[in-house]
Antibody, heavy 121, light 107 residues
Framework: DVQLVESGGGLVQPGGSLRLSCAASEFTFASHAMAWVRQAPGKGLEWVSSISGSGDSPYYAASVKGRFSISRDNSKNTLFLQMNSLRADDTAVYYC??????????????WGQGSLVTVSS | DIQLTQSPSFLSASVGGRVTITCRASQAFSSYLSWYQQKSGRAPKLLIYASSTLQSGVPSRFSGTRSGTEFTLTITNLQPEDFATYYCQQFNSYPFTFGQGTKLEIK
């Protein structure tokens, strides 16, 4: 079965940085676009960022553009999200999700269990 | 950006019953809309993609349709495990927006 395991979450002060990782297994990682989706406590889902299977064509939500950076290491089957200049409203569970194919995404078919990021002083 | 408006926000139904959740888009787009189910404390699970295609392993009591800018998720013969929160999401263009969610509760 497809496995997506996030790590790197935790408590960080406003203005700080954090890097999330997502270890993928049981599928050909480079053949799938990947993404991050977050969910603030008690709130709905928000798409954050996506990246193609080859690692180019990153996209970002307006709320994180210029502060967050998505990347991937296909040799290590790992997806990353570098989060800088964190704010209180970035507090959320961050899910690593798999796109259906390597290029354009038509749906997200697998989700990780999520990693909680808390931004607070 | 494409806005998705889900209705209702809350829904109460009985086991064995039938419910319909609507997701209305702010503009016309292709059929690249998905539905997800999320249970409390768990990650979302894909139910339907491309408006009406059932994801492998999802029971046939779930179905999706599209009429213009209105997309619907219908669940028939509700089972206890179906009581959860449901979200729609569009993949026509970035940003990949979600509806605000519909919480389905047991009556």
């Amino acid at each position: 079965d497809v496995q997506l395991v996030e790590s790197g979450g935790g408590l960080v002060q406003p203005g700080g940085s954090l890097r999330l990782s997502c270890a993928a297994s049981e599928f050909t990682f480079a053949s799938h676009a990947m993404a991050w989706v977050r969910q603030a406590p008690g709130k709905g889902l928000e798409w954050v960022s996506s990246i193609s299977g080859s690692g180019d064509s990153p996209y970002y939500a307006a709320s994180v553009k210029g502060r967050f950076s998505i990347s991937r290491d296909n040799s290590k089957n790992t997806l990353f999200l570098q989060m800088n200049s964190l704010r209180a409203d970035d507090t959320a569970v961050y899910y690593c999700v798999r796109g259906d194919g390597g290029g354009r995404i038509f749906y997200f078919d697998y989700w990780g269990q999520g990693s909680l990021v808390t931004v607070s002083s | 950006d494409i806005q998705l408006t889900q209705s209702p926000s809350f829904l109460s139904a009985s086991v064995g019953g039938r419910v319909t959740i609507t997701c209305r888009a702010s503009q016309a787009f292709s059929s690249y809309l998905s539905w997800y189910q999320q249970k409390s404390g768990r990650a979302p699970k894909l139910l339907i993609y491309a408006s009406s295609t059932l994801q492998s392993g999802v029971p046939s009591r779930f179905s999706g349709t599209r009429s213009g800018t209105e997309f619907t998720l219908t669940i028939t013969n509700l089972q206890p495990e179906d009581f959860a929160t449901y979200y729609c999401q569009q993949f026509n263009s970035y940003p990949f927006t979600f509806g605000q969610g519909t919480k389905l509760e047991i009556k």
